[in-house]
């Protein structure tokens, strides 16, 4: 019965991890990626493990003499999990049709409650109600509890790798559903088939231990409740902390936050089950607390002592001459060698802490559910005082001391001159080891941002692979990422989230900006017949948006994730950033997906310069339900826009998004910069036509003619240098590849996993070129003989003899000028 009361558990914590990782984004999609958001879908779904908790007792009360009411909850868990995943996956429609429901935090966190509420409660009450079921003899309270919370939580552990590293990128966000509810079908068919056949020891009947008797609580289980409270609003608060500096280090990746998770689940799990066999014998149960809270602290400080440490050390594999893969491994190692200690010590505790609180088999079947209640409760506390206040406020290194000094004053509180049976000696020796790490912590070295963010390998920027130091002239940390400029002793300035460029800055002339940048906001305004208005997802540089304000649009909307991305541009151009000080531009911010999901507004032209595919949140804006998206926020004859980077690309990927935007727009064509790595993809719901005297004209704007001079840009002819693939190569590219979508997060899975050294193969360029025709006839109108003989004599004109080759073989180009040319 034991051994399969284990398997319950394990497999129980499997599912609760599978479900939270999964549900948070889902979730995150119509809710938006913003922290508030995020922390609205986490506080939701811990307080539904709260409340769950707390009834606990209820649900327990005269029904412990079987398993009924534990297979009931997993019933009720699997059940309302499956139902729920065709809401979450259905809830764009929904958000669109009610948008207060994603725009009001009030009516975010009712919606998420709303849904979650169900399982969550049920998850919540799993825990305490085995408790309350197993735990029968008064001897074996503190062996037990940590027993089965050593072993729930390496569920937990399972759950966190499992999800992150194998069910998401196998199967999906909805195969880990499903996998998650076979977990609790599992559960419940072998809990109803062994129900019957196990018989549960007597429950030991004898007098409660003085002071514990009755409902009455005594100062000493005060003391151990309140310790519940403040170590789970520490642990979680410092696991924000370490994830944001930590995931730097790792890559903002499905993987890197998997790990991350898995190493602290399994800390718990371990220091869980290593302290249970000694919390019976222990005869001061309130002096080894104190003394164990003591060192937690020191560790606390210790681990952000090492935090310090990891630029050297990720300079130093960065340089292993081995596989990404072994690279990443070591990454991992070093983590958990600097999070294992104290998180192993927040796992030992809970149980002393609980038995403590519970006090005696009575207690275990009151208390036990509250107990976790306020554990969970400060969890949500401890996540929204960190991510909301004290690391935008004070930072990562403040907030992380900040934990590891309220921990330091448990011992004081609680302990030092309060509990009875302590001799003095202890008392004194316990004060002055608290009173040096609180005094050393301060002294101790910090973490440092600037080092990390230097040490950072971008394996795509040549000032990095030469081993310059950077200079740095803005760094701080924003809610979405550490935010910072950089320069290499040149006039051009790097503007980088987490160590990773995203656009660069010209301050010697600021006309000389990223070609493609431009282009993004510049070829649908060439090519739309009169655009009034624009939508731009995200800030960045400025430079798509400075793009737009050089022509006549009348309103150009930008939503922007990270608002410490205005201000480092601002920081680094002055006060005042030229392309802000246009009336038309309005800047909000937000997630622009969620934005374009819950607003009614329309717009001529959307364009979309997100972050990097392979990064977690930003993935999503390549999907097709993104692209759905857009397109119903277009007004007639409007243009969608989208940058696609072509470097860590690979073949796969870029099918995957090509077959997500083909499906979704009837209507398009791309632009390929090989040289900088870039591709842009416009999609209509109209056909969209190449107006060689209307580009004309728009080009010839003062504007933005002084732009593209610098690029060699003066007519249409020389736009057409970069023209990509038609919509029907793109579709023949893509093939019968599987679209990019908001389950199987492809893009995000496959890139981050990509290894240095793919195969040929999967490399973009040759792939890119062997489809590549200059198929621009249908794009052409009437006039369409005549422009591909002008377009082909300019190529040649300009030694573009590739080009001008592909436009002869193009059925569309009179013959004459074939056979005049041919020799050419």
């Not at 429950?203 to 409270?229: K, W």
């Not at 243009?639 to 997500?660: E, G, H, K, P, S």
């Not at 209509?684 to 003062?702: E, F, G, K, M």
Request: aromatic letters at 10%; a neutral charge; hydrophobic letters at 50%.
């Amino acid at each position: 019965m034991h051994w399969m009361v284990a398997a319950f558990l394990v497999l129980s914590g499997m599912a609760a991890l599978t479900y939270q990782v999964t549900w948070v984004r889902l979730l995150s999609l119509s809710m938006g990626s913003t922290s508030a958001s995020v922390s609205t879908v986490l506080a939701a779904f811990f307080l539904g493990m709260g409340i769950g908790s707390y009834l606990a007792g209820h649900i327990t009360r005269d029904r412990i003499h079987n398993f009924t009411p534990y297979i009931l909850l997993e019933a009720a868990i699997g059940l309302s999990g499956l139902a729920l995943l065709p809401i979450l996956l259905n809830l764009d429609a929904v958000m669109a049709l009610f948008p207060a429901l994603g725009t009001e935090p009030a009516l975010k966190f009712v919606t998420v409650m709303g849904l979650l509420a169900i399982p969550t409660i049920c998850l919540g009450a799993t825990f305490p109600v085995m408790a309350a079921i197993l735990i029968r003899r008064q001897n074996e309270i503190g062996l037990r509890v940590g027993q089965l919370y050593s072993l729930n939580t390496a569920g937990a552990v399972l759950g966190a790798a499992l999800s992150g590293f194998v069910f998401i990128p196998h199967w999906g966000l909805d195969g880990a559903i499903y996998i998650a509810f076979a977990l609790n079908a599992a559960i419940v068919i072998l809990g109803l088939y062994f129900n019957r056949r196990w018989t549960l020891p007597p429950l030991e009947v004898q007098p409660p231990a003085p002071g514990m008797d009755g409902d009455r609580v005594t100062p000493l289980q005060v003391r151990a409740l309140m310790v519940l409270f403040v170590t789970g609003f520490a642990a979680i608060g410092t696991e924000i902390g370490w994830t944001k500096y930590l995931i730097i280090f790792t890559g903002s990746t499905i993987y890197g936050f998997a790990a991350i998770l898995t190493i602290v689940l399994t800390g718990i799990a371990v220091g869980a089950w290593a302290s249970k066999s000694h919390i019976e014998s222990i005869r001061t149960p309130q002096l080894w607390l104190a003394a164990g809270l003591a060192l937690l602290g020191l560790l606390l400080i210790l681990s952000r002592v090492g935090l310090s440490m990891i630029p050297p050390v990720y300079e130093f594999i960065n340089h292993l001459q081995t596989t990404s893969f072994l690279r990443q491994g070591a990454k991992y190692a070093v983590i958990f060698l600097l999070l294992f200690p104290p998180t192993f010590l927040f796992g030992a505790l809970f149980p002393l802490s609980i038995k403590l609180y519970c006090g005696n088999l009575e207690g275990v079947r009151k208390r036990i559910g509250k107990a976790f209640a306020v554990n969970t409760v400060a969890g949500i506390a401890g996540s929204i005082l960190t991510g909301f206040w004290l690391i935008p406020v004070y930072g990562t290194d403040t907030s992380l001391t900040a934990m590891a000094l309220i921990i330091l004053i448990l011992p004081f509180l609680f302990f030092l001159f309060f509990a009875a049976g302590v001799r003095p000696h202890a008392r004194i020796a316990l004060a002055g080891m608290v009173g040096c790490v609180m005094w050393g912590s301060w002294y101790l070295p910090h973490i440092n941002y600037q080092s990390l963010i230097a040490a950072v390998d971008y394996p795509f920027d040549l000032d990095t692979q030469s081993g310059k130091d950077p200079e740095f002239l803005f760094l701080k940390e924003g809610k979405a990422g550490v935010i910072s400029m950089v320069t290499y002793g040149q006039n051009i300035i790097k503007l980088q989230n987490n160590g990773i460029n995203e656009s660069l800055l010209n301050m010697a002339d600021p006309n000389k900006v990223l070609l493609t940048e431009s282009l993004l906001g510049l070829m649908p305004y060439f090519l739309h017949e009169a655009p009034k208005s624009s939508f731009v997802l995200g800030f960045g540089g400025g430079i798509t948006t400075r793009a737009l304000t050089l022509t006549d649009l009348e309103s150009i909307r930008v939503v922007e994730l990270e608002p410490v991305v205005v201000e480092a541009v601002r920081a680094i151009a002055g006060s005042k950033i030229p392309a802000l000080q246009d009336l038309r531009v309005h800047i909000d911010f937000n997630d622009a997906r969620n934005t374009l999901l819950v607003e009614e507004m329309s717009y001529d032209l959307i364009i979309s310069q997100p972050s990097h595919p392979w990064l977690a949140g930003a993935s999503n804006i390549f999907s097709r339900e993104f692209f759905q998206i857009a397109k119903s926020r277009l007004k007639p004859g409007g243009i969608y826009t989208q940058w696609v980077n072509l470097f860590n690309m690979d073949v796969t990927t870029l099918r995957a998004i090509f077959r997500a935007f083909t499906d979704v727009f009837p209507y398009g064509l791309s632009f390929i910069n090989l040289d900088s790595r870039d591709l842009l993809l416009l999609g209509s719901t109209q056909p969209l036509v190449l107006d060689y005297d209307r580009i004309q004209a728009r080009i010839n704007r003062p504007g933005i003619q002084m732009t593209l001079d610098r690029y060699d840009i003066a007519s249409p002819y020389d736009l057409m240098i970069y023209f990509g693939l038609s919509r029907r190569e793109m579709v023949a590219a893509a093939g019968t590849m599987r679209p990019n979508t908001d389950t199987n997060i492809l893009a995000e899975v496959r890139l981050s996993a990509m290894d240095d050294a793919f195969a040929a193969q999967e490399e973009p360029d040759p792939f890119l070129r062997r489809h590549h025709h200059l198929d621009l006839l249908p794009y052409l109108g009437t006039n369409a003989a005549g422009i591909l003989s002008k377009q082909a004599r300019y190529f040649l004109s300009r030694g573009h003899y590739d080009l001008a080759d592909l436009l002869l073989k193009q059925p569309g180009t009179p013959s004459t000028f074939q056979r005049e040319d041919q020799t050419k």
